[in-house]
């Protein structure tokens, strides 16, 4: 099975509403990354939490990671139709973080 | 502006033909990756290189090869030999930082079918 799977595969809100994803691995990291990806498109980068880190915040994003459980979750606050999107969450195996591994992606939608 | 371009957007193949995705980038980073997304799934890691002329197999490179003849190009050949080639490429670049682990810039992926 993947190292990153994420929670849960599909969430719909009501714009306003807050969104909460999951992130769970099973090996030890240097740091988690979330990222976005509209439908067809690249992904871009959100946010990096490291190891040594308990909670970052960007925006309207927090990110909180707990080694112990091997868990992160992204909590998007106050959502936007525009936040529609498949969310990822991406492992960095190594301390050169050359082996990146993807979790199978949130779909979010977010109802007007 | 800075960014990573990837060409064709969409790409039609026939059975036993070879084609090879275009991928540069000018943010002046030394690692660069090809990942393959099936519908639904995850990204899963082709090839990367950290240096040119230098590259490493991922978990699916079976049927793919790869060049670094350059730091800002790298291409992807998809070969007759990749059994299911119909999938969403993806290519991306990322400083090296020492231990230190910057972010995935990606492209906007190139779509090939294959007929």
């Known amino acids: 099975s993947q190292q990153g799977e994420e929670d849960p595969q599909a969430l719909s809100i009501q714009e306003g509403e807050n969104a909460t994803m999951n992130c769970s691995y099973k090996?030890?990291?240097?740091?988690l990354q979330w990222y976005r990806q509209n439908s067809g498109r690249g992904l871009v980068h959100l946010i990096l939490?490291?190891?040594?880190?308990r909670e970052k915040h960007s925006g309207r994003l927090r990110v909180t990671l707990d080694t112990s459980k091997k868990s992160s979750s992204l909590l998007i606050t106050a959502s936007r139709a525009a936040d529609t999107a498949s969310y990822f969450c991406?492992?960095?195996?190594?301390?050169?973080?050359?082996?990146?591994?993807f979790g199978p992606g949130t779909r979010l939608s977010v109802l007007p | 502006d800075g960014g990573i371009t990837q060409s064709p957007k969409y790409l039609f193949r026939k059975e036993g033909q070879n084609v090879t995705l275009s991928c540069e980038q000018n943010?002046?980073?030394?690692?660069m990756y090809w990942y393959r997304q099936d519908p639904g799934q995850g990204l899963r890691l082709i090839y990367y290189?950290?240096?040119?002329?230098?590259?490493q197999k991922g978990d699916i490179a079976e049927g793919y090869s790869v060049s670094r003849e350059k730091k800002e190009s790298f291409p992807l050949t998809v070969t007759s030999a990749q059994k299911n080639p119909t999938a969403f490429y993806l290519c991306?670049?990322?400083?090296?930082?020492?231990?230190?682990?910057?972010?995935?810039?990606f492209g906007e992926g190139s779509r090939l079918t294959v007929l």
């Open positions: 943010l002046n980073h030394d690692a």
């Open positions: 991406a492992t960095d195996l190594d301390n050169y973080g050359q082996n990146f591994v």
């Open positions: 939490i490291r190891s040594n880190e």
């Open positions: 090996t030890s990291i240097n740091n």
């Open positions: 991306a670049s990322s400083p090296i930082q020492g231990a230190n682990t910057g972010e995935l810039f």
């Open positions: 290189s950290q240096i040119v002329n230098d590259f």
